[in-house]
């Protein structure tokens, strides 16, 4: 019912940006809140940010909170990760998320893109 695909992932040093893009297709895409999880070696997939269909809420993990920035263009069915002052821990795979439910994506989706990695330098 919905694809998602990620793409803006890449090798980037401490401190620098990167912006993460996610295409979403599909007959309801544009009405789907959609959010961003990442999971790192070793470790279980940890939630990251989401933001509702319309893109009047948006919610980010503590985490990133003040560094990450969640956005959409549903005239596109694109969602948007701005990362900025990135830190070593940072270095994930990243997926795009969508769920109908705004409240449920902050644990899991119903939707799942393929991820892209993001390497952060020391």
């Known amino acids: 019912q919905v694809q998602l695909v990620e793409s803006g992932g890449g090798l980037v040093q401490a401190g620098g940006s990167l912006r993460l893009s996610c295409a979403a297709s599909?007959?309801?895409?544009?009405?789907?809140?959609m959010g961003w999880f990442r999971q790192a070696p070793g470790k279980e997939r940890e939630f990251v940010a989401a933001i509702s269909w319309s893109g009047s809420r948006t919610y980010h993990a503590d985490s990133v909170k003040g560094r990450f920035t969640i956005s959409r263009d549903n005239a596109k069915n694109t969602v948007y990760l701005q990362m900025d002052s990135l830190k070593p821990e940072d270095t994930a795979v990243y997926y795009c998320?969508?769920?109908?439910?705004?409240?449920?994506?902050?644990?899991?989706?119903?939707?799942w893109g393929q991820g892209t990695q993001v390497t952060v330098s020391s």
């Open positions: 998320a969508a769920d109908s439910n705004f409240g449920r994506l902050l644990k899991t989706a119903d939707y």
């Open positions: 599909g007959r309801t895409a544009s009405t789907y809140a």
